[in-house]
């Protein structure tokens, strides 16, 4: 099917974009990347009058430690963080997951503010956030907003971000030297959305996780964070036992949704298998480092 007729906008400044919001309402779509929306479209699940394309928005694509944090903007493509330098020296998870996001030449149209918009469960960007204790900033007529990730994601498809803003971008904190970051997932074919993934963003001090944040893709409404097993691996030695037992901690905690391919008890198996797998990695990483 073809997308129904639209008029197109492309505007130069924010200010341009929230007139035309204001102007057009329901009936405006914002377009990024158009990896998502354009499919929508061309489904008909959506029929917007106008698109406005904020591609052309100067300042927005730039990716940059600021004051401690790693800023990224909305217009960066998932391409240019995957093969960022400054990506992979301060944020080596979102180098690790950018590979698993569809195939390339998504990749190189799709953006990091459209796939935080849009708020796909499944999606790797809101699971990484969400992990790292993201902050992500909108902007709309009224103003600025922080937004903390695990505030963000509200509900399925669902976000903190009202009708007349922008996602602009998104920090994160910075690598630093005891930090171990680690990212999987599992899908039926290479380039799908997962059945489920798991970020782990974890701080050793010698063999002992201080601080082991887990975000999971595909088991929720949202992006998860399991706050029962993260409590329980925080400030353990990470042996099998525990490995183990937040496992189990995990099968508990967890209340998948199931899809067409997966029931819920399949992806709450699915999720713990990747949790044993990091969590093995991340323990062999540190005693690599240690010897
Ligand atoms: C076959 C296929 C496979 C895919 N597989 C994956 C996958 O495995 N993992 C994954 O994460 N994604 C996947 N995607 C989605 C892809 O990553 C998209 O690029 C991403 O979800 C949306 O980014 P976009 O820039 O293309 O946004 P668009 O498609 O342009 O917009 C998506 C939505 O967000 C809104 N929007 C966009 N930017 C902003 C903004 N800055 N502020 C406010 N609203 C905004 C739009 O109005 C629209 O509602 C896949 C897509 C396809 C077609």
Redesign the pocket.
């Known amino acids: 099917m073809k997308a129904p007729a639209f008029d197109y906008a492309r505007p130069r400044t924010l200010a341009e974009v929230f007139a035309l919001l204001r102007e057009h309402g329901d009936d405006a ?11 929508t479209l061309n489904m008909r699940l959506s029929e917007p009058r106008l698109l406005i394309d ?1 591609t052309g928005l100067p300042g927005l694509a730039d990716i940059a430690v600021r004051d401690g944090r790693l800023h990224i903007g ?2 960066a493509t ?1 391409t240019a963080i995957e093969s960022s330098a400054v990506v992979a020296e301060h944020a080596p998870l979102l180098a690790q997951a950018a590979p ?4 390339r030449a ?2 190189n ?3 990091w ?3 935080i ?2 708020g ?1 469960p ?4 809101p699971c990484c956030l969400v992990a790292l204790d993201g902050v992500v900033h909108v902007q709309g007529p009224q103003g600025a907003r922080r937004i903390a990730a695990t505030d963000f994601f509200q509900d399925l498809y669902t976000t903190a ?1 009202q009708p007349d ?4 971008g998104a920090d994160l904190p910075v690598a630093t030297r005891g930090d171990w970051f680690g990212f999987d997932e599992l899908s039926r074919r290479h ?4 059945v489920a993934g798991l970020a782990v963003a974890a701080r050793f001090d010698g063999a002992v996780a201080t601080r082991v944040n887990l975000g999971f893709l595909g088991v929720g409404a949202t992006p998860v964070r399991p706050r029962r097993t993260e409590d329980l691996l925080s400030g353990q030695v990470l042996d099998a036992a525990a490995i183990e037992a937040a496992a189990a901690t995990l099968k508990a905690e967890l209340d998948p949704v199931g899809d067409l391919t997966s029931n819920a008890d399949t992806k709450r198996h699915l999720a713990s298998v990747l949790l044993r797998r990091l969590l093995g990695a991340a323990r062999a990483g540190r005693s690599a480092l240690a010897a």
Do not use: K, P
């Not at 499944?122 to 960007?125: F, K, P, V």
């Not at 380039?191 to 997962?194: C, I, L, N, P, V």
């Open positions: 779509r914002v377009l990024a990347g158009g990896q998502t929306l354009l499919a904020i909305a217009l998932h698993h996001i569809a195939h998504i990749r149209s799709g953006t503010g459209g796939s918009a849009y796909d499944a999606a790797e960007w971000l803003e922008l996602v602009v380039g799908d959305y997962a």
